[in-house]
């Protein structure tokens, strides 16, 4: 099955700086790459995603990149500000012709210093 | 996308004991999704809710210990039996985006088992 790893597991930025999280997934067949934002008493929210056909993506200050063929996607947070500052978690899937299952990553805490 | 609610929020229950956590959708959807969230971990798929078919599990989760109910497209149960400490997690109901390849989350029950 497919194993998703991410790095790092805590982040630390100073308010203004940006921040980079990076997964690695093990399934050529995946092809649905979605990042999730959780804070503190809520469930996940879904914050941007990417597909196969496409190598980077963004929305406002926030970008993400894949590459197929080195099976790896990032999440870039421009111009932090202590409101990022939630748990992110990546996730890999084959898309809604094999029942929309993800797989997660372990997460990264994210923590903007004012 | 899909408004989703959960009740409890959150529950303390004692050991041996069983919880039913409600999911409820605001549009109907074809799957929901059930997940096991423990302290400072990522998301862990329990089961796949289809509505008028059996409930599919993950490795490591069967159906006596988390039976599932999915009476209609918008709502599904999830309860958790003969609780032990070791199921204090946040549970997680998710459904599909109709049609597309993504997975939106409800607000969590954090259950607590002394």
């Known amino acids: 099955g497919e194993n998703v790893e991410q790095h790092p597991s805590t982040l630390s930025v100073q308010e203004g700086d940006s921040a980079v999280i990076k997964c690695t997934y093990s399934?050529?067949?995946?092809?649905?790459f979605p990042w999730y934002k959780q804070e503190l008493g809520k469930g996940p929210q879904l914050i941007i995603d990417i597909r196969s056909n496409v190598g980077e993506k963004k929305d406002q200050r926030i970008a993400v990149t894949l590459n197929k063929t080195a099976k790896h996607f990032s999440l870039h947070i421009t111009e932090t500000q202590p409101e990022d500052s939630a748990v992110y978690f990546c996730?890999?899937?084959?898309?809604?012709?094999?029942?929309?299952?993800?797989?997660f990553g372990g997460g990264t805490r994210l923590m903007v210093k004012p | 996308s899909a408004v989703i609610s959960q009740k409890p929020s959150r529950d303390i229950c004692q050991r041996g004991t069983s919880l039913t956590i409600q999911c409820q959708v605001d549009s109907q959807v074809t799957m929901m999704f059930w997940y096991r969230q423990q302290p400072g971990q990522s998301l862990t798929l329990i089961a796949t809710?289809?509505?008028?078919?059996?409930?599919?599990?993950e490795s490591g989760f069967v159906i006596d210990k988390f039976p599932i109910s999915r009476p209609n497209l918008t709502f599904s149960t999830l309860t958790v039996s003969n609780m032990s400490p070791e199921d204090s997690s946040i549970y997680l109901c998710s459904v599909d985006g109709q049609g597309t390849d993504t997975q939106y989350f409800g607000p969590g029950t954090r259950l607590t088992v002394l």
């Open positions: 996730a890999a899937s084959r898309g809604n012709n094999a029942g929309n299952m993800l797989t």
């Open positions: 809710a289809n509505q008028g078919s059996e409930a599919t599990y």
């Open positions: 399934d050529s067949a995946s092809n649905y």
